[in-house]
């Protein structure tokens, strides 16, 4: 156990999420799942190029074991030629302010969040995103403690929604006494078919259309329940 617990080892997943071309075969949906309950692990989903090289210098500088997933595909074209910081670990990042709703989205669904943060605001939805990086350990406080100020919780993840990513934030509030409502967004129970990502992704409704669309239809659910 203390060997595990001190293994410098890590783990580049690479092809997280949806792959498109790649073939139904190759979907890298449920690493989310079967990885998070490995004890002493550290697990990051980097949003973009430039969080995936701070992924990178954090894991060299960790003991114990440590993974990091990344898409298939290029990333969003930032530049990549600036310093470099290792992450805190365990620490998220508020990216966008709100008063509606919160949005905890992990890796690839970051930039969804942001896009559909930004339609919600044309239908008078103020929402927050926030950016936890790590799947495991969470960012408890952080997690905890914007959970309280919302009426609608809502996790992000392109990854099974059995045993991902918005099971471990349901856990923590549980653990918490945090009762609030939550919506996850992810992969239902049920294998992916073949189609682009961008094509899976509206298919899913996980992109940012969808997004609008299952917050919308919550937080009218909840107004509905209110006034009757």
Do not use: W
Request: aromatic share 6%; charged share 20%.
């Amino acid at each position: 156990d203390v060997f595990l617990q001190n293994l410098p080892v890590t783990f580049a997943l690479d092809r997280g999420g949806l792959v498109g071309a790649d073939g139904p075969t190759h979907h890298g949906v449920f690493d989310l799942s079967f990885l998070r309950h490995i004890p002493n692990l550290t697990f990051v989903v980097p949003r973009d190029e430039i969080e995936l090289k701070r992924a990178m210098l954090t894991a060299s500088k960790t003991e114990g074991p440590f993974a990091y997933r990344y898409p298939r595909g290029s990333g969003l074209g930032l530049p990549l030629d600036g310093p470099i910081d290792p992450m805190e670990i365990g620490k998220g990042e508020i990216l966008r302010e709100g008063k509606d709703v919160v949005i905890f989205a992990v890796g690839t669904m970051v930039s969804e969040a942001l896009s559909a943060a930004e339609k919600l605001s044309t239908q008078g939805i103020d929402a927050a995103v926030i950016d936890p990086r790590f799947i495991k350990p969470l960012d408890a406080d952080l997690i905890c403690s914007m959970s309280t100020e919302f009426p609608l919780v809502v996790t992000a993840e392109e990854n099974a929604l059995q045993g991902g990513f918005g099971s471990a934030v349901l856990e923590l509030l549980s653990e918490a006494g945090i009762n609030t409502q939550v919506l996850r967004i992810g992969i239902g129970d049920h294998f992916v078919e073949q189609g682009t990502q961008a094509e899976l992704r509206a298919l899913l409704k996980i992109d940012a259309a969808g997004m609008v669309e299952k917050i919308v239809a919550a937080q009218n659910k909840q107004e509905n329940s209110a006034a009757s």
